[in-house]
């Protein structure tokens, strides 16, 4: 099936640890991305890829540090977790970065990421 | 910072009735898009609107981008209990890489 997919769909982990969140998409897609929904179902940008190169990083922490080892694989790394990343983190593509007449992004399924 | 406010938060209609979302800033969109999100989903594109005053329509959805590229407003008729999620807008501006979304509605449609 043509998608993106994220891996894994729920994460439980102890505050201090260090996680990644991976993705691919087979959609032939340039560009990636990594948004955070929070409690209130608001999304917002973290890191934007295009072809491998980091071309949106927003104000998040340095210990996110994502990786993108070809443009169909997006992956995010985590370091010395904190209670306040409890979210449900999601990875998109998209044809293009955003224009006039901007592509649709694609969604995979989110990965609900819980800090105890 | 580009601030998408959708109303209402939350609407809960039965069956039949019709409805309006509506999504709206200060700034200047160069597209807009609608997405649906369902429980422990990711959000699906519905439509992308790139011209002022531009009328898209989705079966029973009637999408509409303001003249001014500032708003826009999401008509659904005679809702369904399918219809019932957390519906998006979200806005593109010039160059800009990153798609910035809304507050977010969320529509129950009971029987």
């Known amino acids: 099936d043509t998608a993106v997919s994220q891996t894994p769909k729920y994460l439980v982990t102890q505050m201090g640890n260090d996680k990644s969140i991976k993705c691919e998409q087979n959609?032939?897609?340039?560009?990636m991305y990594w948004y955070k929904q929070d409690s209130k179902k608001f999304l917002k940008i973290m890191f934007s890829y295009n072809n491998k190169e980091l071309i949106i990083n927003e104000t998040v922490p340095n210990r996110f540090s994502p990786k993108s080892p070809d443009k169909a694989h997006l992956n995010l790394h985590i370091n010395s977790l904190e209670l306040g990343d409890s979210a449900v983190y999601f990875c998109a593509s998209s044809q293009q970065r955003g224009a006039v007449g901007s592509y649709g992004y694609t969604f995979g399924s989110g990965t609900r990421l819980t800090v105890v | 910072t580009q601030l998408l406010e959708q109303s209402p938060q939350f609407l809960s209609i039965q069956e039949g009735e019709n409805l309006t979302v509506y999504c709206n800033s200060s700034s200047v969109f160069s597209s807009l898009q609608w997405y649906r999100q369902e429980p422990g989903e990711g959000p699906v594109l519905l439509v992308t609107?790139?011209?002022?005053?531009e009328v898209k329509k989705l079966k029973r959805l009637t999408f509409q981008f303001g003249d001014a590229r500032k708003d826009s407003s999401l008509h659904i008729t005679a809702a369904q209990p399918g219809d019932t999620g957390l519906y998006l807008c979200?806005?593109?501006?010039?160059?800009?890489?990153?798609?910035?979304f809304g507050t977010g509605t969320r529509l129950q449609v009971t029987l």
């Open positions: 979200a806005g593109t501006t010039g160059t800009a890489s990153k798609l910035t």
């Open positions: 959609l032939g897609h340039d560009t």
């Open positions: 609107v790139v011209t002022g005053g």
